[in-house]
């Protein structure tokens, strides 16, 4: 079925107001939650909005926390999310990150005790419709061994660049292994196989079946052991900068909560730009898609370019959603 | 062979000095091209030193330039190399990315018509050997087929994250590209294939044969449509923020010069962490290390890990280099 982003949107708030989050705080988290839908990430919109609203009831998540500023050193400020529901604590940090860049040219927040922030393009493309370049990254639970181990104990942790640009933002979404569990999972429903390597079956060989990865829980890092190494990095240099918790830490926790996520802006309008600057973004962007395609059938795309078409589409036609979920949603 | 470090130093010394550098600045590059030849990275010192020389003579690389600041915004300047050899570049501004970020928390300089930094580790290195955290990234020329394409249309643009620690920096190095066009033509003259897939073949499948991929000149991003995103935003965002060249720029000039790069630092000790913090990162760093690994006679490496034994055997041992190489620097 699909569902009209208002109508979802005005269902999610219905729900968080019962929670006991406030008129404002309900209406914005219900509008990250819509957005990320409209935008294709499911994953991260409707179909994990029942699991946010048990981790409100688990105590995991504080509807009425209001995340707060430790310290400053001027352009990089450290803030405690004090618990309080992720989206909301890291669109509040960005925009931080995009004060701080006004003043300084450069502004970053460090993010200690934050939930999951869902889909970490929000915040991508929040800095790009401001005008802002926008770098942000989360550690999260170990879900992925490091190169040369066999058992899981560094996280996917996602990093998102984004670029505003009047054509249409670019703007990368990535996760540190190749492909999500839930990707995993739902290939396997559909009793497909993954398009490409996505982890190692019993043998230590790699695989693109489902089943196989599920049965080792090793999946693969994007460039085998630079992803691995890129997301210890990222993991570290969060904790350091928010003196939060390591991944190390956050497995030891009953689930996933208690992250460190760093947010940097950058205003592209204080950088005073000239045109023929912007004409020759346009150009690469379009000299990147005038590729010469691998089949005659394909497109070669720019970053984010994917995701506006998504979101014309599910404007226009409503959001996909599982009936079962929908249903689940509207009896909260 | 082997030579010894200071041996190695002195020669590249006595080579930039009659290339018409100051003792000062002949002093300063000889060591970094000594450094990422110490460190195993040997493609990017002894290996290249003589290209660099023959790009000094075509007068792409202007040894009396001077980089200069263009424009500040606080915590945030542009630089312009002005063509000077970029490894003393790229070591200023990772300075003055340290100052500002004294001065600020976070201190980011943007710079373009910057030379080739050689190993982008050593940027790196420099921030985590003075207590910062560092993060730094190049573009660089179209070497590398975008995400669905066939011809080489965006850089392999490499990032450099660093993290000071007193048991050993966390450091790592990476190009978006699988492996260097370097490793693929080793490995193909060594006549072995390599360790992962790099690559396609003329018929589109995904190979280990370097012969195949030297052939199509369709090089792997790290995973997939993943690396391939990156890649065009690091380029993107270093062409904005410098106000320089993007890779589709550099892919018009008779050669590689006048690129854009980004040094972003954070001072480690003005975060004024607890040493309780400190152990928690050393604790994540051995939860990793403890991994199960994938064989009884592999282990678990942190990223930088293995640089520093490197560093340490080749100390000793000295810098191993083919004595052709070495008998034409010594006759430069």
Redesign the interface.
Known sequence: MRVKYEEMKDEFKRVLLKEGFSEQAANEAAKIFADNSLDGVYSHGVNRFVRVIEFIEKGYINPSAVPEKV????????WDGNLALGVLTARKCMDRAMELAT??????VALRNTNHWMRGGEYGWQAANNEF?G?CWTNTLPNM???????S??GNNP?I???PRKDGP???D?AMS?FSYGRIETTRMEEKELP?HGGYDIQ?N?TKDPNAIEETGRVLP???W??S??S??????A???A?GN????IGKFDDEHALSQVF?A???E?????SE?EQ??N???Q??K?????SSD??????GERTMKTRIENTRMGIPVKEEIWEEIKSL
């Open positions: 310290s400053t050193l001027g352009a990089l400020e450290r003043d300084y040219g450069i502004g970053c370049i770098i061994p490091a190169w040369g181990a066999k058992d104990r560094i990093i660049l984004a670029l670019v703007v990368v990535m190749q490409v230590g790699l994007i460039g085998f630079k992803g190494g890129l210890i990095l990222l993991d570290l240099i904790s350091v900068l003196d390591t991944t190390n830490d940097i950058i205003s592209k204080q950088l005073g730009n000239s600057l020759k973004i150009e690469s962007v000299y990147i005038d590729s010469e395609p691998v394909t497109e070669v795309y720019y970053p």
